[in-house]
């Protein structure tokens, strides 16, 4: 999906750092289930980006990372519902209000389109030579790529307001900074796909 070795190579690095940092929450978060699930999918999320990083990615079959990111988007959207019902309390999600949460629907969202444009065009041939995706698939990756934009700038507005003092969580600000990173990586990611 990405041509440039640069950028190859940066987005590496990203992602590979979100899903170290979600892998030593699952540590941390080990006695809190609902949590260590929202883990879990950010290291697999991350570990699919940097596969998508590389020529590689087209290998790994389609069918089990569209599953495996609608069931995330799944997970976030129970998780948003429940705390928007009151069913579900901040502090059992970390300190996250339900932006959170909707930051990372969007993100699954992310993989599951990511996954079935490019996974669909590179199975049929057509990935690697600038073919332009059918228009109702661009349209969605425009929205999708807008709302990853968004979710980074709440992220980073929360993680600004964190570095002043008001939020001492030091998990709390990680997990900001890490959903910023990620929002920002995989909205680079798209839009190369969307303008190619």
């Keep these: 999906m990405v041509s440039d070795p640069v950028l190859q190579w940066a987005l590496t690095v990203v992602f590979s750092a979100t899903g170290l940092y979600a892998f030593l929450r699952i540590i ?3 006695n ?3 949590l260590i699930v929202g883990h879990a999918l950010h290291v697999l999320m991350s570990a ?3 596969a998508m990083c590389w020529p590689w990615w087209s290998l790994i079959p389609t069918l089990p990372q569209i599953v495996l990111f609608f069931a995330g988007a799944a997970w976030f959207a129970a998780l948003l519902l429940l705390q928007l019902l009151r069913r579900v309390r901040r502090v059992a999600l970390g300190g996250h209000g339900p932006w959170h949460e909707a ?3 969007v993100m699954m969202f992310a993989m599951v389109w990511m996954t079935v444009s ?3 065009s590179t199975a049929a041939g057509h990935a690697n030579h600038g073919s332009a995706l059918p228009l109702g698939a661009s349209l969605m990756g425009i929205g999708i790529t807008a709302a990853l934009l968004v979710a980074a700038a709440v992220f980073l507005v929360e993680f600004i307001d964190c570095l002043r003092g008001r939020r001492t969580w030091l998990g709390h600000t990680g997990d900001v900074a890490a959903g910023a990173a990620m929002s920002l990586g995989m ?3 798209c839009w190369p796909m969307i303008a190619g």
């Design 28 to 30: 941390v978060d080990r």
């Design 32 to 34: 809190r289930p609902l």
């Design 48 to 50: 699919g980006m940097v």
């Design 103 to 105: 930051a990372h629907l």
């Design 118 to 120: 490019v996974g669909g």
């Design 187 to 189: 909205a680079a990611m």
